[in-house]
């Protein structure tokens, strides 16, 4: 006993080290805690941004698709007024009729029917009105008439124009038509009377032997598209485009004018590489990415092939938006974490360095200063514990 009261003064400075040691340890152990935590946060924050892609792809392509829907239904029941023959391609109200479709379609930009001789009929808007045209041909002579109507469709000039060459027959929504039984929408190309792009959607008129008679469109100007890729609920950055293969046949309206004409007029899209979309990725809903040193989720989703128009709806968003909350909880933990360790360390050191004078006491009041053994106040205390832990009718024996 007396060797061990010795040794517990040896023993004060590692004791002090274990202690220090220890909370050290604590401290590391809480980070690694933090860490695991925020990584596991994470991952659940990127579930969670994925559904909210797929969410917000699928709606986009709702959108779409209740965008073109009007256009197909029109041209689709306008191929069957023809075909019953309760409308004829060179009665005078057709102009009108065709003007009703576009009074209830504010995504379209003209309506208009198309005949084998090259023979036409065309209303679209024009400012705050519209205007008509009409081509017919008799006896082999052509005549084209063009009129412009106010916004209620009441007249208010006609001209005849003598140097208009257009054909409908060799305008991609005729030929198109032509190769199918129901609507079919054209590629985007450029208007011929806005020159703006765009794309058709037309239905072939056919008669009981399968001829086609007639062919019947309304045009949507990729313009009107934009609009609908605004404002995305998962991102305040995020950004939707619509796309046909590698190229980009709308987006928002912060890219401006994606689209261009060419020397030759033939229209040119962006592409996917200079709006920085990656391609899809077979087997992968959605797909991360990294652009310009941006980690990007990126989510590809095809409008269904039955309705004739072979586009998909591509929607990206940073991934730091959805993980830029965990990651600032992760550093305030880690710094919190960091600042209590070191204010218990150094309220340990302050406590052993607070408590050394009365630990140096204790030891020159209990031991020998020659010797450093335990003096007789020590042995008292020694003995007097001996007695109070000694059980009833146990002997006690001390050796000094």
Known sequence: MLRRLRLDRRLRSPRTVYLLASLALLIVL????????????????LAVARAAIVRETDARVGSILRYLEPAEFSVGVSARLFESDLLQPDDPVVERYLHSQLAVMPQAAGAFIGLPSGEFVFVNRDGEGFSSKRITIDEGVRTVESQRLDAAFELLATEELLDDTYDPRER???RTAMDVESVA???PYVFFTT?????????????????????VGIDVELDGLATLLENLGIAASGEAF???????VAAPTSFGDQSATDENGELRLLTLDEVGVPPAVDGETVQTTTVDGRRELVMHQMLPSDRGVEWSVVVRAPESEFTDVVDDQRRSLWWMTLGGGTVVLLGAFLLVWVTRPINRLQTEAST????????????????????????DGELVSVLA
């Open 172 to 174: 991609p929504w005729y």
């Open 185 to 187: 929408w054209t590629d």
């Open 195 to 215: 020159g703006k792009p765009g794309v058709t959607a037309s239905h072939a008129v056919r008669d009981a032997s399968g001829l086609v008679t007639a062919v």
């Open 30 to 45: 809480q980070l690694v805690a933090t860490t695991v935590s925020s990584l596991s946060a994470r991952d659940d924050s």
């Open 242 to 248: 619509v796309v046909s293969g590698d190229r980009v």
């Open 368 to 391: 020998d200063p020659l010797t450093g053994l335990a003096n007789r106040r020590a042995l008292d205390d020694l003995v007097a514990e001996l007695r109070r832990s000694a059980d």
